[in-house]
Every structure is written in structure tokens, then in C-alpha cells.
């Protein structure tokens, strides 16, 4: 191995470092500034009707209650969508109810919406 190869090594893990250094102090910068402007994430959960999905927002649902996103079902279609940044609503699937306010169909909560 030659000078110019353990060069070109020491100059590669340098960048490296800098750029998983850079990475992180990035996020940092975005959450202390995200917690500044929206106030720092409660880790509670979400109760029936309210929404997860964005900063800020809780990130599960509470206890017995369902992630919908309430995409598909509506025409027929139940292919399940490709994850997003959508809003995903909390609802109570398997109350007998079909709660299209709260995003239930067919497809995301069958036992509910029959058609």
C-alpha cells in the first residue's frame, strides 16, 4: 500500500466523520427548534377521533383503538396504500359501528362496515 492510498483512506474516514457528525447535529438542530416552535412531543396517546401521524401529534392510538387512514374502501378498491405522511385517525373498529368520520370502511375495519 502506498503513501497516496493511506491518504486517500484517512481523507475518506475524515469525511465520513463529518458527514455522520454533520448529520447528526442537524437533527438536533431541527428537533430543539421544531420543540421551540411546537413544544416538545408528549408521548401520550391518541383517544378516539383525534389524529397521530404529525410532529406534535401523538403516535399511537390509546388502548383498543385503531390506526385508519382512511385510504381505499370507498369505491371498492382495498389495496393497501403505500405509507405516507398522511394523518392517521384513531378509531373504535369492532363496536359494530361503521364511523366514516373517524375513517372506517370496509377494507381498514371489515368486521364494522359490512358494504
Known sequence: MGKNDRTYELVAVALLFLLI??????????????????GPVE????????????????RTCCENLTRLSGIGGY??????????????????????VCDIENNENKCNCPQDCII
Not at 408521548?43 to 401523538?58: Q, V
Open 21 to 38: 457528525f454533520g448529520l447528526a447535529s442537524g437533527l438536533l438542530i431541527f428537533t430543539t427548534f421544531a420543540d421551540f416552535v411546537y
Open 43 to 58: 408521548h401520550k396517546c391518541a383517544e378516539e377521533g383525534e389524529k397521530t401521524g404529525e410532529y406534535g401529534l401523538p
Open 75 to 96: 369505491e371498492g378498491d382495498c389495496t393497501v396504500p403505500m405509507p405516507s405522511a398522511l394523518l392517521y385517525t384513531c378509531a373504535d373498529c369492532g363496536n359494530g
